[in-house]
């Protein structure tokens, strides 16, 4: 009843009838509203200041990174480390990325060949499924499958190593842990998520290939000869391109939620779930700038390319 009144006090800035306020106890609700609204201004801009200073820190730990490079692949030792994470990046990844880019096609071919097959176009099922794969889910697979599995990994990893003070004792005997730590697992990314995305797509071709043809009966013959007219050479690279940055944006990512997680199991664990949000926003919005970057570099040097004829 009381809060009613001094709301109805303030609105009207007047006393209602038969009620006495106490002194001051207007002003103060007045004052309790504008200090809430002033906070809120304080915190949004508190945020704003560490979202900033968060971002900065990342860039600088990606220009040291990048600093690094030539050197490490320079020296002999660099490169032990640097296959060592070839493994760790891709032979065994590859299994994941095999299985699920044979599902993702199939599950392609499912979802589109009943109409295709309903207009009678289902001969044109090769084309469609060789140049979705080829451009978007084989790249995108390989993405998220190194985000979750290897991106993980190195956060946890890394983070680990930072509560036990691992990092602080490479520095102790002069050596600086971006080069020894960052930089080959950043390199194994970059060189290794190319591949990993032609294998995710010959895997979810070969998926599509098999619904289609043995579960639909569309045309094996027509399949590929539609496929081989519209899929160009550029195709082929269309995904890999992709990959090099989203190779590059995860493991920079990971590493860097590794090296300043919170101390602690705890710490580590919301450093891992923090990291693998992060990159898989990073490949999203990456493969939208990417495939407008990169359409458009197509449209001028080999024109529109009509599929369904």
């Known amino acids: 009843m009381v809060e009613q ?16 306020l106490p002194d001051g106890a207007l002003t103060l609700t007045v004052r309790g509203r504008r200090k809430r609204g002033v906070e809120w201004v304080v915190q949004l801009g508190a945020g704003t200041v560490r979202w900033v200073d968060e971002f900065g820190a990342f860039c600088r730990f990606c220009g040291r990174t990048f ?44 979802q589109s060949v009943q109409q295709f097959k309903a ?85 979810g071709i070969l998926g599509g290939y098999i619904i289609s043809v043995y579960l639909y009966g569309a045309n094996a013959a027509e399949f590929w000869s539609n496929a081989a007219q519209t899929v160009l050479i550029y195709d082929i ?20 939620m590794g090296f300043t997680c919170r101390p602690g199991a705890a710490g580590v664990g919301r450093a891992c779930t923090e990291s693998f949000v992060a990159s898989c926003l990073a490949i999203i919005t990456l493969d939208f700038f990417l495939g407008m970057t990169l359409n458009t570099i197509i449209l001028i040097f080999w024109g529109v390319q009509v599929i369904l004829v």
């Not at 660099?78 to 060592?84: A, K, M, N, S, V």
């Not at 690279?237 to 860097?256: E, H, R």
Request: glycine residues 10%.
């Open 5 to 20: 009144v001094l709301h109805h006090a303030i609105i009207h800035k007047s006393r209602p009838a038969g009620f006495l």
């Open 67 to 110: 600093a690094w490079i030539a050197f490490v692949v320079s020296k002999r030792r660099g490169w032990r480390e640097i296959l060592y994470q070839f493994y760790q990046v891709g032979t065994r990844s590859l299994p994941v990325v095999m299985v699920t880019g044979v599902f993702v096609g199939a599950v392609l071919a499912v």
């Open 119 to 203: 207009v009678g176009m289902i001969a044109q099922m090769g084309s469609i499924v060789n140049l979705s794969v080829l451009r978007e889910l084989g790249p995108i697979i390989a993405g998220l499958v190194l985000a979750g599995r290897v991106g993980g990994g190195q956060t946890a990893e890394l983070g680990t190593m930072r509560v036990t003070e691992q990092i602080e004792a490479l520095r102790a005997i002069g050596a600086d842990p971006i080069r020894v730590l960052v930089v080959p697992r950043f390199l194994a990314c970059v060189l290794l998520i190319p591949i990993l995305a032609l294998y995710a797509s010959f895997m």
């Open 237 to 256: 690279f269309y995904g890999p391109v992709k990959c090099l940055f989203f190779g590059g944006a995860t493991s920079l990512i990971c590493c860097y």
